[in-house]
């Protein structure tokens, strides 16, 4: 089969600063939301536990992000091999807390600055393309601690100053942006997208929806500053994304899973790209009793701000129904919902279904008609290094396989996708646990749960599988 990818199809790779930098106190950088958080499946329970109290004794804890896989230091290295395997788009994140330690200073730290000049540098040798992720779960900790992070209209203020910053010192060197990771998230994950902790349950959902508006400001804003200081730059959304299935054919679990696609997977799109609020978000702020508080021109700044393209991460699906038995609850993915009998799951539970990928290509250009790119993608599983030091990761080319193939069949569908970057193309912190065991890379890191390792790189099977994939702009699967 011929490729259905377009000549200039972005291939590459995607990471994020607080899961592979480290140099946590280095260059003048400022402690942020991922430095506290400890490693382990309970990272955020124990925060939880204490109050989100972050003056714990952290003696007690493992702290892998502190030293991630110190790309702060090899980001040479690591680019020469994501060069090696021909990668078009390189997707990284800059660490707010390293321009501004604080986030609320005036001035920023030229350190900070001057290390991604080098990495923008290293990626123009080789020809790859930097996509930036200006806020990627990496709120800086004096904003949390002081402001109550985004649910402060003052954080609209300090973003502004910090994009302000960034796309006038690197208008020459970067020309795709993403403004806040997985923004739609951040009702479930509060903590990560708007860096606060819900008092209570009772206040989640108002808090997460006021915090929510302030980003879409912030958002809107970014884009019109992206555009007056770079012009010809190319500035999207970034969306987690998981069709939403009725368990059966009962139209009350058809209607039920609807409406939760419709809160999940396009409220947040449909202000990105349409500029406004949809009509369906006024019955669910109704019965849930929440009042949003804007400022005036804040609608005009949404309107006026909309994204050029939509990324987002794809990693499942979700089932559901409107009733679930107490056996039921807590059976799906991540994200929620009731087991699917159809699909098998990973090993940390993740149900895999790349036909659900090609659905949610689908619906997302046949609702915004804009480019689209999968920006997040992979396979999080337990790698063994055998004698010979070869890492024969087959389950994550299967895996990888079957999605790229799901994207070739959407782009068949009429979709228009610019581009492709696995998650974690090289060993990293996972966010969501703060293990490395959990591994998503073509390339292995030696590096541990409990900190120890080497730090050496050495190229997994998948690396020279995707290596070809990319050579053949998909054509040989």
């Known amino acids: 089969m011929t490729s259905k990818f377009s000549e200039g199809f972005l291939w590459g790779g995607a990471t994020a600063a607080n899961q592979l930098e480290g140099a946590y106190q280095e260059g003048g950088k400022g402690l942020n939301l991922a430095d506290v958080l400890p490693g382990g499946k309970g990272r955020l329970k124990l925060l939880t536990d204490t109050g989100f109290n972050f003056e714990i004794d952290h003696s007690k804890y493992v702290y892998p992000n502190h030293e991630g896989i110190d790309f702060y230091h090899r980001y040479k290295e690591d680019i020469a091999l994501f060069a090696e395997m021909g990668f078009k788009t390189f997707r990284l994140s800059i660490a707010w807390s390293r ?3 604080n986030g609320d200073e005036l001035e920023p730290n030229e350190e900070g600055l001057a290390f991604y000049d080098r990495v923008f540098d290293e990626l123009a040798k080789y020809n790859i393309e930097p996509l930036v992720t200006i806020a990627h779960y990496e709120t800086p900790l004096h904003l949390i601690k002081e402001y109550g992070g985004w649910r402060n209209r003052k954080l609209v203020e300090f973003f502004e100053r ?76 970034m969306l987690i994304y998981a069709p939403v299935y009725s368990f059966d054919s009962n139209p009350e679990n ?28 006024n019955r669910y702020f109704k019965e849930n009793d929440i ?109 990888l396989r079957e999605h790229i193939r799901a994207m070739r069949e959407a782009v068949e569908d009429g979709v228009e996708l610019m581009g492709y970057t696995a998650w974690g193309c090289i060993d990293l912190v ?37 290596k070809n994939v990319i050579s053949t702009n998909g054509e040989e699967l």
């Open 99 to 101: 321009i501004f330690p």
């Open 291 to 399: 009042t949003i508080k804007m400022e005036d021109g804040d609608l005009e700044i949404i309107k006026e701000g909309t994204v050029d393209f939509i990324s987002f991460s794809y990693y499942m699906s979700r089932t559901d129904k409107k009733n679930k038995t107490p056996e039921e609850i807590g059976q799906g993915n991540l994200i929620g919902g009731v087991k699917n009998p159809f699909l098998d799951a990973s090993d940390w539970g993740w149900e895999i279904d790349p036909v659900g990928l090609r659905i949610a290509l689908n619906e997302l250009y046949g609702r915004y008609q804009v480019p689209l790119f999968v920006v997040e993608n992979g396979l999080g599983a337990y790698d063994k290094v055998e004698e010979d030091g070869s890492i024969n990761d087959d389950y994550r080319i299967d895996y």
């Open 430 to 466: 996972s966010a969501s646990s703060g293990e490395m065991s959990k591994r998503y890379g073509f390339i292995y890191v030696d590096k541990h749960d409990d900190g120890s390792g080497s730090l050496e790189r050495s190229r997994k099977k998948s690396f020279h599988w995707y």
């Open 162 to 237: 910090y994009v302000t910053v960034l796309f006038n010192r690197y208008k020459d060197k970067v020309k795709y942006w993403l403004t806040f990771n997985e923004i739609n998230g951040a009702t479930h994950m509060p903590l990560f997208g708007l860096g606060f902790s819900p008092e209570s349950e009772e206040t989640r959902l108002q808090d997460s929806f006021q915090g929510l508006h302030h980003q879409f400001v912030a958002s809107a804003k970014a884009v019109q500053l992206g555009h007056e200081i770079i012009p010809g730059s190319q500035i999207g959304c």
């Open 254 to 281: 058809i209607m039920y899973a609807q409406q939760e696609a419709r809160i999940f997977n396009n409220f947040c799109g449909d202000v990105h790209v349409r500029g406004e609020y949809p009509s369906f978000i």
